[in-house]
Nanobody
Framework: QVQLVESGGGLVQAGGSLRLSCAAS????????MGWYRQAPGKQRELVTR???????NYAESVKGRFADSRDNTKNTMYLQMNSLKPEDTAVYYC?????????????????WGQGTQVTVSS
């Protein structure tokens, strides 16, 4: 069984910083691309950033220059450093990962999602 668990959310004032973590656990053979998404109240879930297994990243225009995505493949963990936070960054942040996992003698690949962590930025 594979799980993704986010942590690091909270309440911060505008201009502040937070660091989110997304830890994957279970019978993992390989983690391919990972990503952060967010969903604000009344809005659709949107992509924030994606990072390849080799560390190549791409970002939504709204967070470029403020957010930094990274990963530690030895720990099966991805991080999102969020700086210069704005009230419009308030949302539940979710991580997802494209994971190849083992089950018995077989390997399977599927996408997993974390449960989400709340980020609230006050003005």
């Amino acid at each position: 069984q594979v799980q993704l668990v986010e942590s690091g959310g909270g309440l911060v004032q505008a201009g502040g910083s937070l660091r989110l973590s997304c830890a994957a656990s279970g019978s993992i053979f390989h983690i391919n691309a990972m990503g952060w998404y967010r969903q604000a109240p009344g809005k659709q879930r949107e992509l924030v950033t994606r990072i390849s297994s080799g560390g190549n990243t791409n970002y939504a225009e709204s967070v470029k220059g403020r957010f930094a995505d990274s990963r530690d493949n030895t720990k099966n963990t991805m991080y999102l450093q969020m700086n210069s936070l704005k009230p419009e960054d308030t949302a539940v942040y979710y991580c997802d990962a494209d994971i190849t996992y083992s089950s018995g003698a077989n390997a399977f690949k599927r996408e997993y999602w974390g449960q989400g962590t709340q980020v609230t930025v006050s003005s």
